[in-house]
């Protein structure tokens, strides 16, 4: 009789952790179905070239907030991967100094640094004395979200190489600056590109730190020293506003950022798959 | 790596031929459905110049104005004496267009319902002791009217909000105790209800939510089909917004307007005049500099022309003509180092 | 070790470069928040962490109204999404095989690739209104009186936002749960099923017992990421700085407070509130996700 309660409890449980799983996933359909729905009839190319219009009049678009958005991207990019790399490098070729220790803590803690906390400091220090929002601050913060998330899969990457390729070309005679950038690094590569791209899908889609650095432009930006339109700060704006073509063009938006970030992610996985780097997912 | 090159160029290209000056402004969003009207004819006018207007608040517009990291502030309540001298007094109030501050509502299904609404009806609403639409106070003064049995949710702005500040100004002249209990100015501490931000976020929330009430500037009521109140005013009539109710508004009080343009209209005198009507200004530095000075007086001398011909079809009301004449005397003091 | 070769002291000096600038910027954010807070901070101490008032007329501030409205969404949210999430995580190391696996897996980490304005998005249009038709309305209909449900049904609110922040943190939480649990040998397993344990009973003995302290880790990182969470949660809490009990009821968080107020306060005292709330959010925030760090630093790097 025991016996059969707990082979009873044995499916039951089965049929829970599989039900749980459906459950958790509804929600990723149910957002993305909704996005689909509602951005899909709103997408034209008038959406992607266009300015937005004046309240209430029709045809306007979101062409300077997906210029603006690239933008910062670039620009948090230039700053933020060669620096998230360095740091990455440094925590796993220097592991046992002093230093390194306390680069990996604070490292740690800015992972958790909340994104908004992050758009205050940027204001604080680049906004203020500029007296200016810009791009450049926008991409700033930007940076600041990237330098940590670059660091942690650098390293780990970089920790995935065996030593014995390292020693190989110590024992070849090639100065040690070369023997990481040349063959460890490479050997990684494909690791640390994929935390890369992961990076950029992460501040893409973030607004907060945004908002008062990079703020929000109605035109296109002609300078990096003035405010810049981007795409998460513009479906904001929009999906709080009572306008009904002001929400159809926030969930296109929400469509286009959607996709650029699965695009992202999925071409990840590719890289995963095709070059087989390192990590059990 | 060339369709690279070749993308970012033909791009800079379509952006940065004729490369504009662009004149950043940022706050209320009381005006902002005018504003958005006035620059972009603006632009029409003068292609070289952007104005790059962003819909934060009146509290964002006089932040941003006093951080200097916008050209030009916007806000429908007048900056104080303490914040004036955080900008050592170099300010300048210019008025731009009237507008009204409606009572919008949403009761569910019976949404044909014309209300009426007296002061004491309206604060006590939003001091949450009067919690249900059907309350027999507001009956009362609707007699006729179908009333649903739902709680009331009072929408305020959660942000620093000059609408906020003329509400709140009407409630501290016509309630005896809201002053004490909540108190005047672009963020109070309110009694009950929910947050929305911006003009924006209020109507939304307004069109959202069933049973909500808020107050919302006239054209974000008007563009988003909301009934709106009719309000009793101190002559005892009941007055619904429109143009001519808040032109009336101002008349009342043309010869109070200070030497800086800081007054309040709510509460005015006159049997049309609509009780919640408020000025709004932008602000400028008395400090201008090169050609983003000058092309700011070329866009503050054309509001107080031309663009005055819009207002009254997005249901603000235009100044009056004696007080444009003051404020162009102002401007024409207004020097661009 | 000794570098002897030029380039090779050059680079490592422009690492430590990089790695001292890091510091500086960290150091940077807690000076920059404990300088603008300095104002309030001084003037009221330790008070302004106690207390309820937030009232910019009177020029009064109290960060507890927001480190309350941040937990209780926060905790609520992990209510929802531990249970699930280990429920998943265990799914796909012990039940689940092969393609599924890897799909539902991808699937997962797919929930964790949404931006929060898109959530927030979501939240506002889609599930405010379904919370306030299908769960709220009933709810207040017959249990209106009740301090957990009191207040009209409006969908925004406390229950809503936990919601989001469930779905938002389940992946963290499911993909830490993972790790810990494939790094638990196969001998465990085998040797619960070699004493005829059922597939289920051996989950329970060998994998989630001994991963207790992980699993808690896990939580704590969950916990992490909700608290900073700011833009889903600004859409859908509703903007009310007041403690509340009801479910129903609006609220607001640390994070959506200086995403409101911020760009706007204008008094000085005001800002160096609001840094001041940043400041609370910037170091419980470190605080947890630091412990959830130590906690999990044995079973995996996450």
New interface residues.
């Given amino acids: 009789m025991r016996d059969l309660i707990r082979k009873y409890m044995d499916i039951w449980m089965h049929g829970v952790l599989l039900g749980a799983s459906f459950v958790a996933l509804v929600p990723l359909f149910g957002v993305f179905s909704y996005v689909l729905k509602k951005g899909w009839p709103a997408l034209s190319k008038g959406f992607f070239v266009n300015l937005p219009t004046p309240v209430g009049e029709v045809g306007g678009g979101f062409g300077n907030a997906i210029l603006g958005s690239v933008v910062l991207i670039l620009l948090a990019s230039i700053v933020g991967v060669p620096w998230g790399v360095l740091c990455g490098i440094y925590l796993a070729e220097y592991r046992r100094s002093k230093l390194a220790q306390w680069l990996r803590f604070t490292v740690d803690v800015l992972t958790s640094v909340p994104s908004i906390i992050v758009g205050l400091f940027i204001y604080a220090i680049v906004v203020k004395p500029m007296a200016n929002f810009s791009a450049l601050a926008g991409a700033a913060s930007l940076a600041l979200i990237m330098i940590p998330v670059v660091a942690r899969t650098t390293e780990e990457m970089l920790k995935l190489v065996p030593r014995a390729t390292r020693e190989a070309g110590l024992a070849l005679g090639l100065p040690r600056w070369k023997v990481i950038l040349f063959i460890t690094l490479r050997g990684a590569v494909s690791g640390v590109a994929t935390g890369v791209l992961l990076a950029i899908a992460r501040v893409a889609g973030e607004t907060a730190p945004l908002l008062f650095t990079a703020f929000n432009n109605r035109y296109w930006s002609h300078t990096l020293f003035e405010p810049v339109a981007s795409l998460p700060v513009q479906i904001y704006v929009y999906a709080i506003s009572p306008f009904e073509e002001w929400h159809q063009q926030a969930w296109a938006g929400a469509l286009v950022l959607l996709f650029f970030i699965l695009f992202v992610n999925l071409f990840i996985r590719f890289l995963i798959f095709s070059r087989g780097a390192g990590r059990t997912s | 790596m060339k369709l690279l090159a070749a993308i970012l160029i033909t791009?800079m290209a379509q952006?940065?031929f004729a490369?504009?000056i662009?004149l950043?402004g940022?706050g209320a969003t009381f005006p902002?459905?005018l504003y958005?009207?006035w620059?972009?004819e603006y632009r029409k006018k003068a292609p070289d110049v952007?104005v790059?207007?962003?819909s934060?608040?009146s509290?964002?517009g006089?932040?941003?104005f006093?951080?200097?990291?916008?050209d030009f502030g916007a806000s429908d309540a007048p900056m104080t004496d303490?914040?004036i001298e955080k900008v050592s007094g170099k300010v300048v109030h210019i008025p731009t267009t009237l507008g009204a501050v409606v009572i919008s509502y949403n009761l569910g299904d019976e949404s044909s319902v014309d209300l009426k609404l007296t002061p004491n009806l309206i604060a006590e609403i939003y001091l949450g002791k009067i919690k249900k639409w059907n309350d027999p106070l507001i009956q009362k003064i609707n007699p006729g009217a179908k009333l649903p049995d739902?709680?009331i949710?009072p929408v305020y702005r959660?942000?620093?909000s000059g609408t906020t500040a003329i509400f709140t100004d009407y409630l501290s002249k016509t309630y005896p105790d809201w002053k004490s209990e909540?108190?005047?100015?672009?963020?109070?501490?309110?009694k009950a209800?929910?947050?929305?931000?911006?003009n924006?976020?209020v109507?939304?929330q307004?069109?959202?939510?069933k049973?909500t009430i808020g107050y919302i500037e006239f054209v974000?009521a008007e563009?988003?089909h909301l009934p709106v109140a009719a309000i009793k005013n101190t002559a005892g009539q009941f007055v619904s917004p429109s143009v001519a109710a808040i032109t009336s508004a101002a008349q009342g009080k043309l010869k109070e307007i200070p030497a800086d343009f800081r007054v309040s209209i709510t509460d005015a005198g006159g049997k049309k005049s609509y009780p919640i009507a408020g000025v709004t200004y932008l602000l400028v530095s008395t400090e201008l500099q090169g050609e983003k000075g000058k092309k700011l007086l070329d866009l503050l001398r054309w509001i107080m022309g031309p663009a005055q011909q819009y207002s009254a079809k997005l249901s603000y009301a235009p100044l009056p003509k004696s007080l444009i004449h003051r404020v162009e005397a102002k401007i024409k003091t207004l020097k661009v180092k | 070790m000794k570098e002897t070769h030029l380039a090779d002291r050059i680079f490592g000096w422009c690492l430590r470069f990089f790695a001292l600038a890091s510091m500086a910027l960290l150091l940077g954010i807690v000076v920059m928040l404990f300088q603008q807070a300095w104002p309030i901070l001084s003037q009221d101490g330790l008070s302004f962490f106690l207390s309820k008032e937030w009232n910019p007329v009177t020029e009064e501030f109290g960060a507890l109204v927001f480190i309350y409205g941040t937990a209780i969404t926060s905790l609520l949210a992990l209510l929802l999404a531990t249970p699930l999430s280990i429920a998943v995580a265990l799914f796909l190391t012990d039940v689940s095989r092969g393609w599924i696996s890897k799909i539902i897996s991808v699937l997962v980490e797919m929930l964790a690739a949404v931006p929060s304005v898109v959530y927030g998005l979501w939240g506002i249009f889609v599930l405010a209104p379904l919370i306030r038709d299908y769960v709220q309305e009933p709810l207040a209909n017959s249990w209106g009186d009740h301090w957990l449900f009191s207040g009209p049904p409006l969908g925004i609110g406390v229950l809503s936002a936990s919601i989001i922040l469930a779905i938002m943190i389940t992946p963290t939480i499911t993909s830490v749960c993972r790790e810990i649990f494939n790094s638990i040998g196969r001998n465990q397993r085998e040797a619960s099923l070699a004493l005829g344990s059922t597939r289920w009973e051996m989950m329970r003995i060998s994998v989630l017992t001994s991963s207790k302290t992980g699993i808690f880790g896990a939580v704590t990182l969950g916990l992490g990421r909700a608290f900073g969470e700011t833009m889903a949660v600004t859409m859908v809490i509703g903007n009310r700085n007041e403690i509340a009990t009801s479910l129903m009821a609006p609220a607001q968080t640390m994070a959506s407070l200086i995403a409101n107020e911020f760009g706007e306060a204008v008094s000085s005292l005001h800002l160096a509130a609001l840094s001041g709330v940043g400041l609370v959010l910037l170091l419980i925030s470190l605080v947890i996700n630091l412990i959830a760090r130590w906690m999990v630093r044995n079973e995996v790097r996450v």
């Fill in positions: 791009t952006i940065g490369s504009p662009t950043n940022a902002y459905p958005s009207k620059f972009s952007q790059n207007y962003n934060i608040g509290g964002g006089i932040r941003q006093a951080d200097q990291t916008v303490e914040q739902r709680s949710v959660s942000d620093g909540v108190g005047q100015g672009t963020a109070v501490k309110w209800g929910i947050g929305g931000r911006g924006e976020g109507t939304a307004i069109k959202q939510t049973g974000y563009q988003n």
